[in-house]
């Protein structure tokens, strides 16, 4: 399955539970903390119907974890249980009116099992794969680049044009044109270069509020998949990877404003430090294999045309054999 048809996957399946509890998640929570209950014991009566605290803590245990979190807590419990008991009346109630044998309704209620088999495929396939020590070992050095680091110190000069990227407030008005910003932080480059400190140098003409205070001590800076809380961007990575330790790039405008980044090491991981990431990109691997020969096996065919992803001439025509 492709990384595309994961998400669509994925995201089908998070919207209809997203959906659902969402009033939910967004109402103030209630304090307090449960009390200890036997897992035997009836905590919600729906009619006829009994829920044990067991059965309601499963439910809890398969929820995305952003939403477990909430309903797990003394606050979101309440909530977690009005969540139960709405889904439990309405949905006896859609069934009393036999809604789920309206066409549109069956559609949905097919994909929507459809893609939650799939997923639950997808990570049993992804569980049974085994990484041995050696297909690690190959895997990171066949792809070093790609875990690389860099521990990394920046000066930034704010300027007019990158004032949106600010949250304090600052007119724009106040704040120095570009040309007048690129010069200040070439002649900050000038002075590092004929001696002074870099560190002090951040520490008194940087305009990045996350850097400053620390030297423009900017942390470690991965080559690739860098963690996407990190605002850095693609120029920025560039140069970063293009400088050997101890040396400055030239000033690059960015999205921040007018930038100066030194490189103060070069970091290349042992395999126990990123081994999951390295045993998790093998398994990926290999279930894409293993996918790829159940579509081979199976004969499955689309339509380019239809779907645009080849020409009229070689869609595939209905019932055509594989």
């Known amino acids: 399955m492709s990384q595309l048809n994961r998400s669509i996957v994925t995201i089908f399946c998070a919207v209809c539970l997203f959906s659902a509890l969402r009033p939910f998640a967004q109402a103030p929570a209630p304090v307090g903390s449960p009390p200890a209950t036997s897992p035997d014991a009836v905590v919600i009566t729906v009619g006829d119907l009994k829920m044990t605290a067991s059965e309601v803590e499963s439910m809890l245990d398969n929820l995305p974890p ?66 041995s020590d050696a297909e690690s070992e190959k895997f990171l050095n066949d792809n070093l680049a790609s875990f690389e680091q860099a521990k990394v110190r920046r000066i930034v000069i704010r300027s007019a044009s990158s004032n949106q990227f600010y949250a304090d407030g600052k007119p724009s008005d106040q704040l120095p044109t570009d040309d007048q910003a690129k010069a200040k932080a070439e002649d900050i480059r000038k002075k590092i270069s004929e001696g002074a400190d870099f560190e002090e140098m951040a520490a008194k003409f940087s305009d990045d509020p996350m850097t400053s205070g620390k030297g423009g001590d900017f942390g470690t800076v991965r080559r690739v998949n860098q963690d996407p809380r990190v605002l850095i961007t693609p120029p920025m990575l560039d140069a970063i990877f293009a400088l050997k330790p101890g040396e400055m790039s030239p000033v690059l405008q960015t999205p921040f404003g007018f930038e100066l980044l030194k490189v103060e090491a070069r970091i290349t991981p042992k395999l126990e430090a990123v081994r999951q990431e390295v045993d998790n990109r093998i398994r990926q691997q290999k279930y894409e294999a293993l996918y790829q020969g159940l579509k081979d096996r199976t004969g499955v065919k689309t339509d380019g045309a239809y779907f645009g992803t080849g020409s009229p001439a070689a869609s595939v025509q209905p019932n055509q054999k594989p």
């Open 66 to 131: 952003q939403n477990r979190r909430f309903f797990s807590s003394p606050g979101g419990r309440a909530q977690f249980a009005e969540f139960i008991v709405r889904n439990k009346l309405l949905s006896a109630e859609a069934e009393k009116r036999r809604l789920q044998e309206r066409d549109d309704v069956k559609l949905s209620l097919n994909t929507f099992r459809e893609s939650f088999l799939a997923n639950v495929m997808q990570n049993e396939l992804m569980k049974e794969t085994k990484v």
